[in-house]
C-alpha cells in the first residue's frame, strides 16, 4: 500500500499541524501566554490564569476533584453532560499547548454524544450507564472507530485506522462515557518518557522534566486537569511510570483480568507476547480506579474474549488476618534509589507505624536483577528490527531513547529454539520469585515506583522497579504520598559508595536536587497475581495517613 503520507520529516509536520489545527480557533492560547510560562514552570494554575474557563467549569474540572463526583453531579443534574465536556475540552486545550500531551482531537464528536446523553436522561429519566456522560481520554494505540492509532511512528498514521472501538474502549462507550480526544506516546511506546513524531510531553508540575511514559501523555493531561480518567497501558511499567512522575493513581492488573485495548499492529513486536501488555486507568483517586475495574469486569468481558480469567471485580473488604502484613523493599538490590523517593519511602513507613494497623517487615529483592534483565531480553525479541522497520516506513530517525532501549543487555534476534529455552527460563524465574514471595510471609509490598521523582527529559534510563513486576505478572498500584522533592531536604549524598553496577552509578550520577524540586514523590503497592483487590483494599488503609507532610 502507496503510503498518503511523505517521508521524514514532513510526515511529522503535516501531522502536528492537523492536529493542531484542530484546536477550536477561541481555545488557542495567545503567544504572550505560553511564553508566560518558561521551561521548568509549574503550569497547574495556567487554566485558571486563561481566562478561558468559567468558575463553573474550573470547578467542574478542579483536580481535587475526580469521575466519581463528576459522575454523582450529572447524576443529580447539577451539571449536565455537555457542561462537563466542554469544561474538559477547554482544559485539555490548555494543557496540550503548554504540554504536548494530544495526538488526536475530536471535541465535536464528543459534544454530539455528550448532547444525545443529556436528551436522552431528560427524556427518559434514565442515565445511559454507570459513567454517563464521563470525559475519558485514550492513549494513541488504543482503537476508536474512525480513528488513526500509532504506535509513536509516523509511518503508522495511514496504517492503522479503527473500523471499531478496541474492546475495553467499547465497554467504558456502552457504559455511557464521552470520548474526546487521543494521548501522546513515545516512539515504540517503550520508553518511560513521552516523545515521538507528535512532540515531546512535558511534566506539568515542572516542564523540565518527563510526564513518564509511555502513558505520559494520559498522565500530563490528568494532572493537569484536562481528563477525568484516561487509559493506558503498562508492559515495562508504562502507567506506573506516568502516574508517579505526575503524582496520580493507577493499577497495573494482573494480566488475562482485561481484554486487549491496542489496536492490532500497533504493538512494539506484534505477536510477541513473551511479557503481556495489561491496560487500565490513570485517575485522580482511588476510588476512580476501582469504578473503572468495576464497570468493565461487570460487562463479564470473558464471555467475548479468549484467555480472559473469568474472575469479577470483588470490591467487598478484604478479611485480614490480624495486621496487614506489609513487606517494604527499600531498594531492588541492583539500584539505589535517589534521596527524594528514599525520603517518601521512609516517611510512608513512619506514618502508618503509628496507626497500629500494619506489621511492617522488611522485604528481601531476592531475584528482582534477574527479573529486570529477564524482561529487557524479552521485550525485543527479533533484536530491534521490528522498531528499524516501522522508523523506515518514513524514514524517521530513532529517538535517543529508543536506541539506547533496544541496545540493552540480552536484547538480540532469537532463534525460534533460543526464544523457546528463554521461555523456560522465565517460567523457572516466575516460580523461584513466587516461592521466595510466600517465604516472605507478606500481603503486600511497599516500594519505590522509579529510582528518582520525575527525571529531566531524556534521561529516565532504568526500569527495573517496575519491569521485574511485569516479568512475574504481579498486580500494582501507583499512589501519590503528598511529599515533593525538596533541593532542600533531599541534597546529593555525600557519603562515598561505590556503585553496584553501571545502572546504579548513571541513576546516582543523573541526580540534581535543584532539578528534580517540587516533582511529585510516588509509591508503589505490589501483590501476587490475581490480588488485584488486594492491593486496593490495602491502599485504602495506606491512604487513611496521606496526605503527608513534610
Not at 514532513?10 to 508566560?36: G, M
Not at 509490598?445 to 519491569?467: M, N, R
Request: glycine share 8%; net charge negative; with cysteine.
Amino acid at each position: 500500500m502507496e503510503s498518503l503520507y511523505p517521508s521524514w520529516p514532513q510526515a511529522a509536520r503535516n501531522a502536528v499541524a492537523e492536529r493542531d489545527a484542530s484546536i477550536p480557533a477561541d481555545l488557542r492560547l495567545p503567544l504572550d501566554f505560553i511564553a508566560s510560562y518558561p521551561a521548568g514552570s509549574d503550569v497547574l494554575n495556567a487554566a485558571a490564569t486563561s481566562g478561558l474557563l468559567s468558575e463553573k467549569e474550573l470547578q467542574i474540572t478542579d483536580t481535587s476533584s475526580d469521575a466519581t463526583a463528576i459522575l454523582s453531579a450529572i447524576k443529580n443534574k447539577d451539571v449536565t453532560a455537555v457542561e462537563v465536556l466542554t469544561a474538559f475540552m477547554k482544559r485539555a486545550a490548555i494543557a496540550h499547548q503548554l504540554l504536548c500531551c494530544l495526538t488526536q482531537i475530536s471535541f465535536e464528536e464528543g459534544l454530539a454524544r455528550a448532547k444525545e446523553l443529556d436528551d436522552y436522561y431528560e427524556r427518559t429519566g434514565e442515565l445511559a450507564g454507570p459513567l454517563h456522560g464521563l470525559p475519558i481520554s485514550v492513549k494513541d494505540y488504543m482503537g476508536l472507530k474512525g480513528k488513526r492509532a500509532t504506535g509513536g511512528f509516523s509511518g503508522d498514521l495511514d496504517r492503522l485506522i479503527s473500523t471499531e472501538n478496541s474492546p475495553v474502549n467499547q465497554i467504558l462507550w456502552d457504559a455511557g462515557c464521552v470520548f474526546y480526544c487521543k494521548t501522546n506516546v513515545p516512539q515504540s511506546m517503550m520508553h518511560l518518557e513521552t516523545k515521538s513524531f507528535w512532540g515531546q510531553t512535558l511534566n506539568p508540575h515542572n516542564t523540565h522534566l518527563t510526564s513518564g511514559g509511555s502513558s505520559g501523555g494520559c498522565g500530563a493531561l490528568v494532572a493537569f486537569g484536562g481528563s477525568p480518567l484516561s487509559i493506558g497501558s503498562d508492559i515495562g511499567g508504562s502507567l506506573r511510570s506516568p502516574a508517579s512522575c505526575c503524582g496520580i493513581y493507577t493499577l497495573k492488573p494482573t494480566t488475562g483480568r482485561l481484554p486487549s485495548n491496542g489496536l492490532p499492529g500497533c504493538g512494539v513486536v506484534p505477536g510477541n507476547d513473551a511479557i503481556l501488555a495489561t491496560c487500565g486507568p490513570l485517575a485522580r483517586s482511588s476510588r476512580d480506579i476501582v469504578l473503572f475495574f468495576d464497570v468493565v469486569l461487570k460487562a463479564q468481558p470473558w464471555l467475548q474474549h479468549m484467555g480472559l480469567v473469568p474472575l469479577p471485580w470483588k470490591p467487598e473488604n478484604i478479611k485480614w488476618t490480624g495486621k496487614i502484613r506489609l513487606g517494604v523493599m527499600w531498594d531492588d538490590g541492583n539500584v539505589q534509589p535517589q534521596p527524594p523517593v528514599r525520603r517518601a519511602l521512609k516517611a510512608m513507613t513512619e506514618a502508618l507505624k503509628r496507626t497500629n494497623k500494619f506489621d511492617l517487615v522488611d522485604y528481601d529483592p531476592k531475584f528482582h536483577k534477574e527479573l529486570v534483565l529477564m524482561a529487557q531480553s524479552l521485550y525485543f525479541t527479533d533484536g530491534g528490527a521490528s522498531v528499524h522497520a516501522r522508523a523506515a516506513v518514513t524514514g524517521e530517525p530513532l529517538c535517543h531513547l529508543t536506541e539506547w532501549v533496544i541496545s540493552l543487555p540480552g536484547v538480540k534476534d532469537h532463534t525460534s529454539h533460543q526464544l523457546w529455552e528463554l521461555l523456560l527460563e522465565r517460567d523457572a524465574l516466575r516460580a523461584k520469585y513466587y516461592s521466595h514471595w510466600n517465604s516472605q510471609n507478606i500481603d503486600v509490598l511497599l516500594c519505590p515506583v522509579q529510582y528518582g521523582a520525575a527525571q529531566p527529559l531524556q534521561t529516565t534510563k532504568y526500569w527495573g522497579y517496575t519491569s521485574a513486576f511485569n516479568c512475574a505478572d504481579f498486580p500494582a498500584a501507583v499512589f501519590p504520598t503528598g511529599l515533593k522533592a525538596s533541593a532542600t531536604l533531599d541534597p546529593k549524598d555525600t557519603e562515598p559508595r561505590e556503585a553496584w553496577n553501571e545502572a546504579d552509578a548513571y541513576c546516582a550520577a543523573a541526580y540534581d536536587p535543584l532539578l528534580s524540586n517540587d516533582a511529585p514523590l510516588s509509591l508503589q503497592l505490589v501483590s501476587k497475581r490475581h490480588a488485584d483487590e488486594v492491593v486496593m483494599q490495602a491502599l485504602r488503609e495506606i491512604e487513611k495517613v496521606l496526605p503527608l507532610r513534610d
